[in-house]
């Protein structure tokens, strides 16, 4: 299915207006998911960036919102988590003019990005917050000690220094609170379904598996896959790799059926 982008204003958040691109399947079916996506970039990218992941899930027929969530306050926390529940809440409410009533919402995310989405459905959690249909992360980067095995990867694919930079500037106001690195969250139960995806060439990968066995065990419903080697994941967030891109009918065919199945219970 070809792809249609289109640049927008969500000019009626409560924090104010934000720009967002939207990417949709030039024939999508009634009642498609539509997907609060926020991309990488290491908590330092401002403004709207192509997204490889959100075309990817838009030509199978999803809506896929990519706001510009550093801009607006500021990229230190909690200020583009404040951005990012404020856009999840004017879509729960109004939906901007997408989808229908039978559309579910999710929140979803790459890198950086899947921190801040997990960070939205520990909040819509926390305010009874019953809109959300489930979650979406793809190599979250949820744990500021970078400290697993996996970790000692990302000198080779150059995003060591970058991802310390990027939790220098998020962390700067001197906390780590549960929202801010949601691996060291307490209370993980009650949260809406998750699909979660990384590779085995991925220096996210042992970060984003403990998070998500923590999420099945306090009773959440989790479905994981953990591509193989060789795929070019690491290119979603910006991560060098000599690999073509062959990680998309991968991404497609989890996300159908995550889909699938929120949409049956």
């Given at each position: ?13 409560a ?14 079916a ?9 991309g ?10 192509e ?87 793809l190599?979250?980067?949820v ?28 962390l ?65 967030y ?24 929120i949409?049956?219970?």
């Open positions: 299915m070809s792809v249609d982008v289109k640049d927008m204003m969500l000019d009626k958040v924090i104010g207006p934000v720009s967002a691109r939207v990417y949709q399947g030039a024939d999508f009634k009642g498609p998911p539509i997907v609060l996506f926020f990488g970039g290491a908590f330092l990218d401002q403004g709207p960036a997204s490889q992941v959100a075309e990817c899930l838009a030509s199978i027929g999803a809506i896929v919102v990519v706001p510009d969530y550093l801009t607006p306050l500021g990229g230190a926390f909690p200020k583009p988590l404040e951005v990012g529940f404020s856009i999840f809440s004017y879509l729960a409410k109004k939906r901007a003019g997408l989808g229908d009533r039978k559309s579910l919402l999710l929140v979803g995310g790459e890198e950086a990005g899947g921190n801040i989405a997990a960070a939205v459905a520990f909040k819509a959690r926390d305010h009874f917050a019953k809109e959300l249909d489930g979650q979406v992360l190599s979250p980067l744990d500021a000690f970078m400290g697993s095995a996996s970790m000692r990867e990302a000198d080779a694919i150059g995003m060591r220094a970058r991802w310390t930079e990027g939790w220098s500037q998020y700067s106001a001197g906390v780590c609170h549960p929202y801010a690195a949601p691996c060291l969250c307490s209370r993980m139960a009650g949260l809406a379904p998750t699909l979660l995806l990384t590779a085995n060439d991925d220096p996210l990968r042992d970060e984003a598996v403990g998070f998500a066995e923590r999420l099945e065990q306090a009773g959440n419903k989790v479905r994981q896959h953990v591509l193989p080697a060789g795929t070019g994941w690491p290119s979603i910006g991560g060098k790799t000599d690999a073509a891109a062959t990680w998309q009918d991968s991404v497609r065919q989890q996300f159908a059926s995550f889909i699938k199945d949409g049956q219970h």
